[in-house]
Structure formats: structure tokens, C-alpha cells
């Protein structure tokens, strides 16, 4: 067991016994969503991913520690606390030498799931290469993270605060290979479609878990991004959501937002121009990804290489 990782005593007995464990990141709670929605639905996930027959850790970086699945009263820490801190892979030794609390982002998760030797991770959605990427030279940690380490990564595809294109081109670049799940479109995050297609289709979890193991048995380091659109019923009108995006972003501008701010502030301003529905949207997606998650999870355990 690594120094810095300390399992939750559910993690910690799933491991001895074998279960199939799914890692949650934790800046989706202190940076993505409002309280207490946070810790309600963190919770709410938690509950799905047990009974998808799996063991959540969600994971964060408390006391100078990895916390590997995190107690109830250590959820409402994270979700109550304004200063903890965005921890990406830059950050991840500051927070741990200096005792502060850290809630990690896609890339962090992907490094402490893997150190923990779990290789399924569910979120909303990933970051990627903002717009105007060509002058502003924003690109989020969780790409380089897809490319080098072993995690799949569940997800309901990037937001349209992204360029999805480039997002996607970037990945490419990496060798990260983009699954999509039920369809043959790339989902972005509000909505079901992006108008990119994923790589490649695996609607089983069975083809999914066959389809990872194969890659990392052939030595091909990096995740793989399973993306599961929302729930129809879920979903956001496209011309609403792709309207207040635009509004979004021009703020962000407007107002000089930079550096790992601008991911949180784009997100704050989209809930409250959707008064709250994107909310529920995002809530929603979610918990359809942790079933997808848990059913990979176990799959892996399952299913062989073929
Ligand atoms: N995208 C979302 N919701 C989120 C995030 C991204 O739709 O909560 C969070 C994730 O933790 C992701 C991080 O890893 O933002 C990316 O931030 P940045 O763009 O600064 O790398
Ligand atoms: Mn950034």
C-alpha cells in the first residue's frame, strides 16, 4: 500500500475480498455543484454504484492523505468547505505536503485510482481543450492523464464550453480511444449528441471490459473514455443550452476568469442561467453513468481477454 493512501474500512474490505470497486472524483462535489446538492447526490451515487454490485471510493485528499472513499461527515467537509482546493496533477503534492484539503479532478482521480489499483472511474464529464485554445493555450490536465495512465473513464462526453472537436482531435493525438455507449454519437454532457462521432461503439459492458483489458494487455498505456449519453428524458434542449453557453463564456471573458477558474465559473453561470434545470441534468447523467461504471467494474473482474 502506497504511503500517502488511506482506504475507508469499506474499501479496505472490498479489496481484501476481491469486489469490483469504481473511484468518484471529488472536485465534481466542492467545484461542480452547489450545496448541499453536492453531498446529497455524491451520496445518491455512491448508493448506485453498491447497488450496481459494486464498492464506490470516492476519493480526495484529506490530512495529508489520499482518502480512498471518503466517511459521511468527510462527503459534507468537501461539499461545505469553500476552500478546498482544485487539485489537478500539478497540485496533488502541494495539498498532500501542506496538509490542506483537496478535492481532485479527473486527472488527480485517475492518478490516486491508479495507485490504489483501481481501473474504473466514474464522473459527469471530463475536461478538455477550451475554445480558443489556440490563443489562451487551455487545455485541461485530463488529457495528458488519458494518455499515460491506466483508468477507464466513465463519463457523459465533454460540455459545449469545450471544443468538443478539438477535444477529440486531441485525444486522438494521445492514442486514447473514445468508446460510446447505446450509440453511435460523441454525447456532450447536456445533450445526447455532439455531432462527432465517438471511435468506436461497445454497447456490453462485457465488450467494453474486453475491449480495456485488451489494450492494456498490449503494453498500450493510458485510459480509455467510455462515454454514456444523459437519459433522454434528462437531457437539455440543445438550442437553450448551446444559447447560455455562449452568454457563459463571454462573461468568463468579460470578466478576465483564467487558469483552473474557468472550468467552475463556467459551470456556476450555466446553472443559474438554466435557473437550476442544468442541475438536474447534471445530477442525472451522473447516476446513469455510475450503473454503466458499476457494470464495467464487475465486467472486468469477469470477463477474460479475448
Ligand atoms: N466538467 C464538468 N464538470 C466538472 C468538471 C469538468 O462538466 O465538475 C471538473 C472535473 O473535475 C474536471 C475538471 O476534471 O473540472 C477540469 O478542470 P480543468 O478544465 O481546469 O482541467
Ligand atoms: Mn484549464
Keep these: 500500500m502506497h504511503q500517502f493512501l488511506l482506504l475507508s474500512p469499506e474499501v479496505a474490505n472490498a479489496r481484501a475480498s476481491g ?11 466542492s467545484h461542480g455543484m452547489p450545496y448541499p446538492q453536492n453531498v446529497q447526490t455524491a451520496r445518491e451515487v455512491e448508493q448506485i454504484i453498491r447497488d450496481g454490485g459494486a464498492v464506490p471510493a470516492t476519493i480526495a485528499v484529506i490530512g495529508g492523505k489520499i482518502c480512498i472513499g471518503l466517511t459521511p ?29 483537496g478535492a481532485t479532478t479527473v486527472a488527480a482521480t485517475m492518478i490516486c485510482a491508479q495507485l490504489a489499483g483501481i481501473s474504473v472511474f466514474v464522473t459527469g464529464g ?9 490563443t489562451s493555450f487551455d487545455i485541461s490536465a485530463d488529457l495528458q492523464e488519458l494518455a499515460q495512465t491506466n483508468v477507464a473513464v466513465v463519463c457523459a462526453g465533454v460540455k459545449s ?17 473514445v468508446v460510446s455507449v447505446g450509440q ?33 494487455a498490449l503494453g498500450l ?29 463571454q462573461e468568463a471573458e468579460e470578466n478576465g476568469v483564467t487558469g483552473k477558474k474557468v472550468t467552475p465559473f463556467l459551470l456556476a453561470r450555466i446553472k443559474t442561467l438554466t435557473a437550476g434545470r442544468s442541475l438536474a441534468t447534471n445530477i442525472a447523467l451522473v447516476k446513469n453513468n455510475a450503473r454503466v461504471g458499476a457494470a464495467l467494474a464487475r465486467a472486468l473482474l469477469e470477463h477474460p481477454i479475448t
Excluded: C
Excluded at 469486489?19 to 462535489?29: D, F, G, M, Y
Excluded at 461527515?73 to 501542506?98: F, H, I, T, W
Excluded at 453511435?184 to 468506436?200: I, K, L, V, W
Excluded at 467510455?226 to 463564456?249: F, H
Design 73 to 101: 461527515e468527510q462527503l459534507e467537509l468537501l461539499g461545505n468547505s469553500p476552500e478546498a482546493l482544485k487539485v489537478s496533477r500539478r497540485d496533488l503534492a502541494y495539498v498532500l505536503s501542506q496538509n490542506k484539503l
Design 161 to 177: 464550453i469545450l471544443d468538443i472537436g478539438l477535444t477529440l482531435e486531441y485525444l486522438e493525438t494521445q492514442g486514447v480511444p
Design 19 to 29: 469486489k469490483p470497486i469504481v473511484a468518484l472524483e471529488s472536485t465534481i462535489i
Design 126 to 134: 471530463i475536461g478538455g481543450v477550451h475554445r480558443g485554445a489556440e
Design 221 to 249: 498505456n493510458g485510459g480509455v473514455v467510455v462515454a454514456a449519453p444523459v437519459p433522454e428524458s434528462d437531457a437539455m434542449p440543445k438550442e437553450e443550452i448551446d444559447g447560455i453557453t455562449l452568454q457563459a463564456l
Design 184 to 216: 453511435e454519437g460523441f454525447p456532450a454532457f447536456f445533450t445526447r449528441e455532439s455531432g462527432y462521432h465517438a471511435d468506436f461503439r461497445l454497447d456490453t459492458p462485457a465488450e467494453q471490459a474486453s475491449f480495456i483489458r485488451t489494450k492494456w
